[in-house]
């Protein structure tokens, strides 16, 4: 009887939700319009081709407010749906706002030349301009003496936060819709005309409220600029915005913060929405490989009795590498799409040393002892070559991470001694972690030699490698993490080239410990 293996049940299961995914896609991007003959379809208001007005309003309360309560900032006077505008404009704050409080933006669509208050042809909507946040660190020269200045607000303690850009949009195309079968995330947006029309769905765009936008409120700050967007919006982007805000709340109350979703936002609010389909399918793909790689990996640790043909002092550096980054991106609040995935490489590294080294526990009562396994004279010799290969290229990066982390303490601002030590240590990392990559290459140099690769191995590194350059662009993170990201690119092209260049020796091992030979003869 035939067994599917985890990894074709895995694919499924894959493959399953990137359809279910494309059909989501799909039904929100063209929903089914009414039959014209069914009496119970609602027309667009729109469709009476109405001269409208847009105002834009602001007030220290939000739901509730009151047109005594309102100050008019902005009246569109010409405004069509398709048209497309921006204005800036400074707004003045009220005490209570600038003693750490609120203050709301309202937006009225109403028939030109009637009042937006009590108009049942006016659509009307709310939105907070400010958002409560931990003010960011303040940088400053670690060797300057009067740099550094005492603040009287902790910066724990978050603080009232002006958001400065406002978009503002009004659904452009036209449908029928069933009276008894609106969509859940339209339906909140529409209001009846006494005709028995539905008006303009108007839909202020929060997720265009970006953390990178945001300005502290201090009791000086009597005027704050808003930059109002106005634009037009399709059905589809509409459904999915709303369905994302939705997500975006449920994700706040498991506990996750502003800063994480932000960087999902940004995927979403400030990518092509065509390359972020691309993405998606991409993303898929990356797990994937991941799995299987992670898989593969452990699977080859797991049975490795001998450090033949893999460096030690590699696999000590890697994990030493995967702490400092860990705790790099921890000192730079990176994301948790970022965070989370290295986090559990820096673990599988240490598991890898206690392998590498043979290490077993022994306990004596609640005491551990540990003790090391016996080097063969392979391993010895594995070890003395990595060591010759690395010692010319570290004659040249030393001087430079040195150089780097004197002219980062002169002319760089830092949050802290400790973010100027993880971050010099981390720029040792990268670049000697490219270090480490190249002793491969010299190795088959000096050979004139390429060992044979595993070709599912190989195809595992290669699309990840090149999956990972794609989140390198989207996903927000430190410049430093972002170009290590493409620093395998290269060694991937040099590999290739070696390949093509080379003869392969199918009876070397490569970097895994791994012949050809010996694949052939567990095969056989």
Known sequence: MYRPSLTTILLGLGVAYVCHSVWTMFDLFYPTPCDPAVSSCIKPFLARKPKLELSVFTSPRGKGATSSSMDLVWKFDNFT????????FNISLPKKTRNNGTFFVHVFLYPQGESPFGNTRSVYQFSSLTQYSVPEAESFNLLGHNNKTKSIISPDVPIT????????N???EMLLLNRYSVP???????RLSPEGDYLPLLYIDELGQRLKDLKPVSKESRQMTLEVTYSPISVGRLRLYSNLQQSIRHLHQLGFTDKDTDELVGIFADTNFYF???????????????FLAFKNDISFW???????????????WRCVSQIIIFLYLMDEQTSLLVLIPTGIGTLIEIWKVKKAFKVTITWNGRKPSFQLGAVSEKEQETAAFDSKAMQYLSYVLYPLCVAGAIYSLLYTPHKSWYSWVVRNLVNGVYAFGFLFMLPQLFVNYKLKSVAHLPWRAFMYKAFNTFIDDIFAFIITMPTAHRMACFRDDVVFAIYLYQRWLYPVDKTRVNEYGQSFNEDDKKTN
């Open 81 to 88: 749906v398709e048209a497309t505008e921006q204005r800036s």
């Open 170 to 172: 009004v659904m452009a």
């Open 184 to 190: 859940g995330d339209m339906y909140q947006l529409i």
């Open 161 to 168: 936060h002006w958001r400065s850009k406002l978009a503002v």
């Open 276 to 290: 972020l389909a691309a993405t998606v399918a991409v993303s898929m793909l990356h797990l994937l490989f991941d």
């Open 302 to 316: 797991r049975n490795k009795d001998t450090m033949e043909g893999l460096s030690t002092r590699a696999v000590v």
